[in-house]
């Protein structure tokens, strides 16, 4: 167990012995990698801390909560709220976004969600959060306005979810976005989410993209597309493997729809983020 003071003040980097961090507009970003296992005695942190999992699996217990957080889910630890850390079997690979709260006038907007407590799962923040692994990896020029770009669109993204979130969706919604994360891979037709609802197809399609900010066919493919970057990291399999069994009709639709999405290849991502794998994590 890494030991710390309960009222200390630690870098997010507290317990990883392989980390890297970049300062950009008022953002610290830092993706770390922990061991598996480890645990952290209960710390703090100056800045609010925006956690996505990348890798791995790890828990913040926090005012008596257990958080357990796996591959693209997000989590806010508040500036000063006490909470430890424990890491997996096969440790954890996190991209943590700290803003600077001071300069009120950049996030302003993001207040009540960084001021709070928030854990859930986001494709399209997983997304947000493995482009922005990939530049720090692997920086050039561009990449500090990349970052800074990339930061606001996932506090932007994360504070827009929770809102929806919070604005009760109905359980027929929840059981359609279930059934689309359990089948991601598998054809979909909207008679059978409209079905699964018991909603006219109409009514199911705009409700959806109120709660959830896209259409159901752009979120079952940035599932698609979340599913392909972690297993491009975990395996060996040739391109074409991995594009059949994320759903992709062949090779050539994943790699357009991966650049589109990453900015570059599924083998320049691989290649990239294999330079930050460690512990095992699969």
């Known amino acids: 167990m890494a030991s ?3 009222d200390r003040v630690e870098p997010v980097s507290f317990g990883s012995p392989r980390y890297k961090s970049i300062e950009v507009g008022g953002l610290l970003v830092t993706q770390a990698l922990f061991p598996p296992r480890e645990r952290l005695c209960p710390h703090v942190h100056d800045r609010t801390c925006v ?3 990348l890798q791995g699996r790890f828990e913040s217990g926090m005012r008596g909560r257990s958080h357990w957080s796996r591959p693209s889910m997000v989590l806010t630890e508040p500036a000063g709220e006490r909470h430890d850390n424990t890491f997996g079997a096969r440790g954890a690979h996190i991209l ?5 709260q001071q300069r009120c006038e950049v996030f302003r907007p993001f207040t ?3 001021d709070s407590i928030n854990h859930f799962a986001d494709p399209t923040i997983g997304l947000i959060a493995r482009r922005m692994s990939v530049e720090i990896a692997d920086p050039d020029d561009v990449t500090p306005l990349a970052i800074e770009a990339l930061g606001l669109e996932l506090l932007a993204t994360a504070a827009r979810r929770l809102a929806a979130r919070r604005a009760d969706a109905p359980r027929w919604l929840v059981r359609v976005r279930d059934r689309i994360h359990d089948s991601f891979a598998q054809p979909i037709t909207l008679a059978e ?3 699964i609802a018991g909603v006219h197809p109409a009514h ?3 409700v959806f993209r109120r709660h959830y900010g896209r259409s159901i066919g752009a979120y079952q493919r940035e599932l698609r597309l979340d599913w392909t970057a972690r297993r491009l990291v975990a395996s060996n399999e040739a391109l074409a493997a991995v594009a059949a069994s ?3 009709s062949d090779q050539s639709h994943l790699t357009r729809a991966f650049k589109e999405r990453f900015s570059c290849t599924p083998g320049d991502f691989r290649a990239r983020a294999r330079g930050t794998r460690s512990y095992g994590l699969t």
């Open 51 to 53: 956690a996505t999992t």
């Open 96 to 100: 943590i976004v700290q803003p600077d």
């Open 112 to 114: 009540a969600f960084l």
């Open 4 to 6: 710390g003071h309960p």
């Open 193 to 195: 989410l409209s079905g």
């Open 246 to 248: 994320a759903g992709f």
């Open 204 to 206: 199911l399609t705009r």
